[in-house]
């Protein structure tokens, strides 16, 4: 008979050693089984107890979890296991006894959990076919010091794809109630395999309330998930509503930026009614994170690498997403080289980008394609609209978030739908800077949106107004090639779309509204021609 198959999703894995003052392994354990949402695995993971401790702690603690239906599995020990009775083990490569020996010792229906922390374990593993597999570290965790590198977000998925549908995986490694959303969401491959629950140490073992620990992650792992990709229609007149909402609104912009776009990205952000911070001290970001109605742009244009600007950068994702703000990520030069290619994918692994920006060279480096025809940071490659609006359609339902590809025509997915938009100007090229800005420009937009909207819409209007501010500076030139000129022009074009002045409101709205059309003949197709109800580009 087949091992039965366990409910991992909340899986609690002991441990004595960061235990809350007047505590011990027992009294949590028996905590959180009077939880309204007990774990609903209890591995016991005990490192320094001499075997007959282990033995005899373990039979008192599977007394507690048979009582109450919950199943105990040992790490590393298949003897105690034994000596005890308990529903198995979980096992890792320096064990003395491996998978297939623990089979043969414990039998056909006890469970069998093993660790993989990378694809040359995975290929092993499954030739072995434990009952389970637990995926870690996903970040870097101080409760096991020996682990192995963290493999975030992006790791688990592409261990997670290449597994067969039916094994089943828990997450391990610096999961908390903050993060445990992003770790399930963020980790479902393409074809929809997820993870089967998730395993925490310190978030529970840790804690001195750890029945409400259980109960706050049973209830974050079922709530519904935050950035729900919706069939989201655009429509003519959200444009001036979400352009209203900055004024309503007044979101702040923090900028992690490279040092060429700051002035400028400063000066564009307080044209549109927004305010900009420039913050690059993470003793501030918790606070900065914490107001209403802040975005993040992360601009990696100068990143430095190495320690010290990564964790510059995952310290402002980090307070970000546990608030739930809009991150913009520009993986400035992602295509360019080796050393930013592995920063950039190091930050879409870690944390949860809302959204990605970037030329073509750089999605195309994100999204693990080729990046040949690639030159310095502000590369651009000659890809035809229907690759391109594939790549960022593929990217934006890999990441689950919107993805934006900046160039003379602008694409937009966020996995479910598919936009391009061709409004703009010559000049945005020729101006440094012109196009990070625009980054803090869709902050402000997204920033200012209800928290329980797809941003979609909010991206598109804020892509369409900047490039339609582009073009009317650029008719101000009345033909002669001033870049600088155009540059002073374009600020007071986007400082005059932002103002509450009826008139004007008429007029940038006339020429809004034909803008949205033709972004709907992309993103809502109208008959005969074009795309079917529910297809999007990159399908037809
Ligand atoms: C659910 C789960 N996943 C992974 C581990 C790590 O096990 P291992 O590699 O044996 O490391 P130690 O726990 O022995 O330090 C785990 N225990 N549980
Ligand atoms: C026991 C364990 N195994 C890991 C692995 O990577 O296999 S990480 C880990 C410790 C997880 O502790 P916390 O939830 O406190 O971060």
Redesign the pocket.
């Known amino acids: 008979m087949p091992p039965p198959r366990p409910n991992l999703e909340l899986y609690l894995?002991t441990?004595s050693v960061n235990l809350p003052p007047n505590s011990t392994v027992y009294s949590q354990v028996e905590a959180c089984l009077s939880a309204k949402h007990p774990p609903t695995v209890i591995q016991l993971?005990e490192k320094h107890l001499s075997t007959a401790k282990f033995i005899e702690l373990a039979r008192d603690i599977y007394a507690l979890t048979s009582k109450h239906g919950v199943p105990l599995l040992i790490n590393d020990r298949v003897d105690v296991a034994l000596a005890v009775g308990c529903e198995g083990v979980h096992l890792?490569w320096d064990d003395m006894v491996d998978v297939p020996t623990a089979r043969k010792l414990l039998g056909p229906e006890k469970i069998i959990g093993l660790?993989v922390?990378d694809h040359e374990q995975l290929e092993k593993a499954l030739e072995m076919d434990p009952t389970y597999l637990?995926i870690?570290?996903v970040?870097s965790?101080p409760?096991?010091s020996d682990?192995?590198p963290p493999l975030g977000t992006s790791g688990v998925r592409s261990l997670l794809s290449a597994m067969p549908s039916t094994m089943q995986a828990v997450a391990?490694?610096?999961?908390n109630h903050d993060n445990v959303q992003r770790v399930l969401f963020q980790s479902k491959d393409i074809s929809g395999k997820r993870l089967d629950g998730i395993?925490?140490?310190?978030?529970i073992m840790?804690s001195p309330l750890p029945v409400g620990a259980c109960n706050l992650l049973h209830e974050t792992i079922n709530w519904p998930p935050l950035f729900v990709p919706t069939d989201y229609s655009i429509r003519a007149e959200d444009f001036p509503i979400y352009r209203d909402n900055i004024h309503k609104h007044k979101p702040l912009v923090h900028h992690i930026t490279n040092n060429v776009v700051k002035s400028i990205s400063a000066n564009i952000t307080l044209a549109i009614g927004a305010s900009p911070v420039m913050s690059e001290n993470p003793a501030e970001f918790a606070d900065l994170a914490a107001l209403p109605n802040v975005g993040c742009v992360l601009n990696m244009g100068t990143f430095t690498g190495g320690r010290e600007s990564l964790e510059l950068f995952l310290g402002a994702l980090r307070e970000h997403n546990v608030r739930g703000n809009p991150v913009i990520f520009d993986p400035v030069g992602a295509g360019a080289t080796n050393a930013r290619r592995e920063f950039a994918q190091m930050i879409v692994g870690t944390g949860y980008c809302t959204i990605i920006k970037g030329n073509e060279g750089e999605i195309r480096s994100l999204a693990g394609l080729e990046t040949a025809k690639m030159r310095g940071v502000d590369g651009a490659g000659e890809g035809g609209s229907e690759e391109l609006a594939e790549i960022v359609h593929d990217l934006a339902s890999l990441e689950n978030n919107i993805v934006l590809m900046t160039g003379p025509k602008d694409y937009i997915s966020n996995g479910a739908r598919t936009f391009c938009l061709s409004n703009g100007s010559k000049y945005q090229s020729r101006v440094t800077g012109i196009g990070c800005a625009l980054g803090s420009v869709i902050a402000a937009f997204c920033a200012a949106a209800p928290v329980d909207e797809s941003l979609i819409g909010p991206v598109i209007s804020a892509v369409g107004m900047y490039n339609i501010a582009a073009e009317r500076a650029e008719k101000l030139m009345e033909g002669s090639d001033q870049p600088g000129k155009w540059a002073t022009a374009f600020v007071d074009c986007l400082a005059t779309m932002t103002m509450s002045n009826e008139n004007l409101t008429e007029l940038i709205a006339a020429q809004e509204v034909e803008e949205l059309r033709n972004l709907e003949k992309w993103g809502r197709p109208t008959g005969g021609e074009g795309l079917k109800e529910g297809e999007d580009l990159a399908d037809a």
């Open positions: 894995v441990d993971r890792g660790s922390s637990g870690g570290p970040f965790t409760t096991k682990h192995n391990i490694g610096g999961i395993a925490v140490v310190s978030a840790a």
